[in-house]
């Protein structure tokens, strides 16, 4: 049976990290200045800057984070390993197993180095890609361990009817193989209901979540779906829901008051949609947040045909959050950071000790700020930077600047 505990924290060489790590001199969103000290995958403490050392007075690596706020790593709630990076492709998608490996490692890496260290990945199975596309992003999976925690989502596409009986048993094979989570496009198949009972009916067999593909522009659908979904453990996510912002208010008011009352939560994708999802069209955020309803955030896909151009950056999709939907920044981060986490069945990470050392740091003092200009950034994975992303920007030699105090990140001008 696949693993689907929590892991020990492991270096790159996947044994278990208890070397100690100080970040000094961070910010964090409150304002204060802290050295953080981190050992054994948590955070051990946290103090004023300059005031902590190595556990017991021992000498610990340091990273020199004056400059940057210190936040919860965000973590990618609906990603697309195995389509990933594919939009230049000449012809029809190419599932040969070293290629989905090559391109959803090199996805992966991506993501990580904007901040993400827990991924999930939807990916297909069943028809002509069987089940190895999914054995490749596996493969990706284990030669991740100790960098980022990727998980997937097995999707197959049709699960009723005649041709229902292979999507069925493929399905099972996915969670044997080490699938995280069942889901796939209940509005494809030609009875809806009847595929988000099969699904339901294997998660609950399984004890595994549920993560499903649904416009939800049809209430009546998306409220039966709901029905069903209420009160199923470890728990039930709906995305992208764009469809719901088409909807007239009374309506997508009573869609968001069954999603609270079922505890479902909705993942938005605010970067564009992925497979035949509206790019245009996002979740009305608000509305579901004011509803009680969690939502997160997920980048959706990655410079495949779906969207040529994605990013798969969470610090943009909260960006797009707060710009484009009013929500403020704080809330718009928490989107991408505890509310993905929670989603995804990860505990949750606070700057204090004793939690998860998944931590992100960028450039910048205030996170309005970071939102607007994520630039440089230092990854953390389980006590260890896995990640660096280094921008310096320099200007020409210009009376404009002179005598001005200007913040600046590179050591001079252009000759």
């Given amino acids: 049976m696949p693993d689907r505990q929590q892991q020990p924290p492991h270096s790159s060489s996947g044994q278990t990290d208890t070397a100690a790590l100080l970040l000094c001199g961070a910010r964090l969103t409150d304002g204060r200045a802290v050295d953080v000290r981190l050992g054994g995958g948590r955070i051990e403490a946290v103090g004023t800057a300059g005031s902590l050392t190595g556990a017991s007075g021992t000498l610990a690596a340091k990273v020199d984070l004056d400059g940057y706020l210190l936040l919860p790593a965000p973590a990618e709630a609906h990603a697309h390993s195995d389509t990933a990076l594919s939009a230049d492709g000449d012809g029809p998608l190419a599932y040969d197993d070293q ?61 009723t009817g005649a041709a229902g009986a292979d999507g069925l048993a493929m399905l099972r094979d996915a969670l044997k193989m080490g699938a995280s989570a069942v889901g796939g496009c209940p509005d494809a198949d030609p009875d809806p209901t009847g595929y988000v009972e099969a699904v339901l009916e294997i998660a609950s067999e399984h004890g595994c979540p549920v993560d499903l593909h649904t416009d939800a522009a049809d209430p009546a ?75 997160a955030a997920g980048s959706g896909a990655l410079r495949d045909v779906s969207n040529p151009v994605g990013r798969g950056d969470p610090l943009e999709a909260a960006y797009l959050l707060a710009s484009r939907h009013g929500l403020r920044p704080e809330d718009a981060y928490e989107a991408v950071s ?78």
């Fill in 338 to 415: 505890c509310a993905a986490r929670t989603a995804l069945g990860l505990p949750e990470v606070r700057v204090e000790a004793g939690f998860p050392a998944e931590l992100l740091a960028v450039r910048g003092d205030r996170l309005d700020g970071v939102l607007s200009l994520a630039y440089s950034r230092i990854v953390v994975h389980r006590g260890r930077v896995v990640a660096r992303t280094s921008a310096v920007r320099e200007y020409c030699k210009s009376a404009a600047a002179s005598g001005l105090d200007l913040p600046r990140q590179g050591r001079g001008g252009l000759s």
């Fill in 99 to 159: 290629e989905i490996q090559r391109r959803a490692t090199e996805a992966a890496l991506l993501q990580l180095g904007h901040g993400a260290t827990a991924l999930r990945s939807h990916v297909r199975v069943g028809d002509v890609q069987g089940l190895d596309a999914l054995a490749a992003v596996l493969q990706v999976r284990r030669s991740l361990r100790g960098l980022a925690e990727l998980t997937t989502v097995a999707m197959p596409r049709v699960l």
């Fill in 221 to 295: 659908r998306l409220a039966r779906l709901t029905a069903m979904a209420g009160g199923l453990r470890p728990g039930v996510t709906l995305g992208p829901c764009g469809g719901l912002g088409g909807l007239p208010t009374e309506v997508a008011s009573r869609a968001a008051d069954q999603l609270a009352a079922a505890g479902v939560t909705v993942v938005c994708l605010p970067q564009g949609g992925c497979g035949s999802a509206d790019l245009r069209a996002t979740a009305p955020v608000r509305l579901l947040r004011s509803a009680g309803v969690r939502v």
